[in-house]
């Protein structure tokens, strides 16, 4: 059991101002593996004043040195891969083999990229008889989830130590032995005191200071739409910069033509990896109706190679949601699901295993449009089949949600699914398999978010623009 006692504020590991504590569980077999402080606003005043009291010194450092600190960030997480794959696996519940690759693995890929970038971008331009600098926005309040715990903090903090920024950052209270790690390899990796701090604590109470503190200038949220709604309104109300990424409900489109078998399989796959707890996750596979019932034995047969079980086995594919909570809510939507009239394909509510919190991976056919199991995110390994007539019908389905985050299409090629991604209201869209990019724009349109993540598009959103006229 990992019992931390402190925040990492201004360089070194601190007591917290109170005495409460978060628990830690291993949502495999339900027992406390571990807990940290429950920070105050007290703690996040005293992370605030620390990264303001860094900002300008950092911000002056030449990007050329911010670069080789990140790229030491980067060699000290894949030195410790193992360890942080581990404890992703302990309190996530997030297979080993994916916790190293994708838990593990996108994070140090998405570091070296701000390392590679932060000593190449063009901080300042000459535009006619104008000079434009692109500055550091100041101190950025990065707030992550739990689905992704080293991707996501790594995907706000590399971007906003390479545009010069310091960062208070406020993990989710269900993986936050993950940060504490991330924060021992900040301090490894020799980052100055003040320019990273961390506080862990609950959302309605460390959250909410972070985003509403005067001395924080931008707030970097990823979670659900519900809170970056509540987050935005703080913000607005303080004139101040935010960037949301937020819930989805991807469509996977299916055209006739396309190669149904490998479609499907992919589908399927994207939807159970992590637990089908991505925001980005296709949990809508829109097939012609010709193709339905060919689809649904093909994502029934798919979804049989995906067991759950102990996380830490790696025959495991499928490990649990992250709480009971979780659990729970995903159990309301396959309800909904049956007492809606969609068709139950594999899985349901029967529980796999008496231990953990684990959810059957669940299948529905013939699900219409205005079904909820359409409509909103589910977050668990469920995929909804829904019959479309021709292209405009499928298009009307694809856009017909209040996400817009992410989605695929695959055609017989690639000119057709290009012409039909184009007229998809939504951020990203996989072409035929396309692979992800950790250098290309990540975020949605529509209640999907506000801002980009990732790559170069990434970097800008901690920066503002002055302008000099000569």
Same mark, same amino acid.
Not at 131 to 138: I, L, R
Not at 187 to 196: I, K, S
Not at 351 to 373: K, S
Not at 416 to 426: E, I
């Given at each position: 059991?990992?019992?931390?006692?402190? +925040?990492?504020?201004?360089?070194?590991?601190?007591?917290?101002?109170?005495?409460?504590?978060?628990?830690?569980?291993? @949502?495999?077999?339900?027992?406390?593996?571990?807990?940290?402080?429950?920070?105050?606003?007290?703690?996040?005043?005293?992370?605030?004043?620390?990264?303001?009291?860094?900002?300008?010194?950092?911000?002056?450092?030449?990007?050329?040195?911010?670069?080789?600190?990140?790229?030491?960030?980067?060699?000290?997480?894949?030195?410790?891969?193992?360890?942080?794959?581990?404890?992703?696996?302990?309190?996530?519940?997030?297979? $080993?083999?994916?916790?190293?690759?994708?838990?593990?693995?996108?994070?140090?890929?998405?570091?070296?990229?701000?390392?590679?970038?932060?000593?190449?971008?063009?901080?300042?331009?000459?535009?006619?008889?104008?000079?434009?600098?692109?500055?550091?926005?100041?101190?950025?309040?990065?707030?992550?989830?739990?689905?992704?715990?080293?991707?996501?903090?790594?995907?706000?903090?590399?971007?906003?130590?390479?545009?010069?920024?310091?960062?208070?950052?406020?993990?989710?209270?269900?993986? @936050?032995?993950?940060?504490?790690?991330?924060?021992?390899?900040?301090? /490894?990796?020799?980052?100055?005191?003040?320019?990273?701090?961390?506080?862990?604590?609950?959302?309605?109470?460390?959250?909410?200071?972070?985003?509403?503190?005067?001395?924080?200038?931008?707030?970097?949220?990823?979670?659900?739409?519900?809170?970056?709604?509540?987050?935005?309104?703080?913000?607005?109300?303080?004139?101040?910069?935010?960037?949301?990424?937020? =819930?989805?409900?991807?469509?996977?489109?299916?055209?006739?033509?396309?190669?149904?078998?490998?479609?499907?399989?992919?589908?399927? &796959?994207?939807?159970?990896?992590?637990?089908?707890?991505?925001?980005?996750?296709?949990?809508?596979?829109?097939?012609?109706?010709?193709?339905? /019932?060919?689809?649904?034995?093909?994502?029934?047969?798919?979804?049989?190679?995906?067991?759950?079980?102990?996380?830490?086995?790696?025959?495991? *594919?499928?490990?649990?949601?992250?709480?009971?909570?979780? *659990?729970? *809510?995903? *159990?309301?939507?396959?309800?909904?699901?049956?007492? /809606?009239?969609?068709?139950?394909?594999?899985?349901?509510?029967?529980?796999?295993?008496?231990?953990?919190?684990?959810?059957?991976?669940?299948?529905?056919?013939?699900?219409?449009?205005? +079904?909820?199991?359409?409509?909103?995110?589910?977050?668990? @390994?469920?995929?909804?089949?829904?019959?479309?007539?021709?292209?405009?019908?499928?298009?009307?389905?694809?856009?017909?949600?209040?996400?817009?985050?992410?989605?695929?299409?695959?055609?017989?090629?690639?000119?057709?699914?290009?012409?039909?991604?184009?007229?998809?209201?939504? =951020?990203?869209?996989?072409?035929?398999?396309?692979?992800?990019?950790? $250098?290309?724009?990540?975020?949605?349109?529509?209640?999907?978010?506000? &801002?980009? /993540?990732?790559?170069?598009?990434?970097?800008?959103?901690?920066?503002?623009?002055?302008?000099?006229?000569?």
């Amino acid at each position: 059991m990992k019992a931390h006692d402190g +925040m990492y504020i201004g360089g070194e590991w601190r007591p917290a101002a109170g005495t409460g504590r978060i628990e830690v569980v291993n @949502p495999a077999d339900e027992q406390v593996i571990g807990s940290v402080p429950a920070g105050s606003a007290e703690d996040v005043d005293a992370a605030v004043r620390a990264a303001r009291a860094a900002f300008p010194g950092w911000a002056a450092t030449a990007p050329a040195e911010r670069a080789a600190l990140i790229g030491a960030l980067r060699d000290v997480l894949a030195a410790r891969k193992g360890e942080f794959a581990e404890t992703i696996t302990a309190e996530l519940g997030s297979p $080993l083999g994916f916790a190293e690759a994708v838990h593990v693995g996108a994070p140090i890929a998405v570091a070296s990229s701000y390392a590679e970038l932060a000593g190449s971008y063009a901080f300042e331009e000459r535009i006619g008889n104008s000079t434009v600098f692109m500055e550091p926005v100041g101190v950025v309040g990065a707030i992550t989830p739990w689905n992704y715990p080293l991707h996501q903090v790594v995907a706000k903090v590399a971007p906003a130590l390479a545009a010069g920024c310091t960062v208070v950052l406020k993990p989710a209270e269900d993986t @936050p032995l993950t940060a504490q790690l991330f924060a021992e390899a900040v301090h /490894e990796a020799g980052v100055p005191a003040g320019v990273f701090n961390l506080v862990t604590g609950t959302g309605p109470v460390a959250g909410q200071a972070l985003a509403e503190h005067d001395g924080v200038d931008l707030v970097s949220f990823t979670g659900s739409t519900a809170v970056g709604k509540k987050i935005g309104a703080i913000a607005g109300a303080a004139v101040k910069r935010v960037a949301l990424e937020l =819930g989805g409900k991807s469509a996977n489109v299916i055209l006739p033509g396309a190669d149904l078998a490998k479609a499907v399989a992919a589908g399927v &796959g994207h939807v159970m990896n992590n637990t089908g707890q991505s925001c980005n996750a296709l949990t809508r596979m829109l097939v012609h109706r010709d193709q339905h /019932e060919e689809a649904v034995a093909l994502a029934a047969a798919a979804v049989a190679g995906y067991p759950s079980g102990d996380p830490r086995d790696r025959a495991t *594919r499928l490990g649990p949601v992250v709480n009971a909570t979780q *659990r729970d *809510r995903v *159990r309301s939507y396959i309800h909904k699901g049956l007492s /809606e009239g969609a068709r139950l394909v594999a899985g349901g509510l029967d529980a796999p295993h008496e231990r953990g919190y684990f959810i059957a991976p669940t299948v529905f056919a013939d699900v219409t449009p205005e +079904m909820t199991i359409a409509q909103e995110e589910i977050f668990g @390994p469920v995929l909804a089949i829904l019959p479309y007539e021709d292209h405009d019908d499928a298009l009307r389905i694809a856009n017909g949600t209040v996400y817009g985050l992410g989605g695929a299409v695959w055609a017989a090629d690639e000119e057709t699914a290009v012409a039909f991604a184009r007229r998809m209201d939504t =951020g990203q869209v996989d072409i035929n398999g396309g692979r992800f990019n950790v $250098l290309a724009p990540f975020g949605g349109y529509k209640q999907s978010g506000v &801002g980009r /993540e990732l790559g170069a598009h990434g970097l800008g959103e901690y920066l503002q623009t002055k302008s000099l006229q000569f």
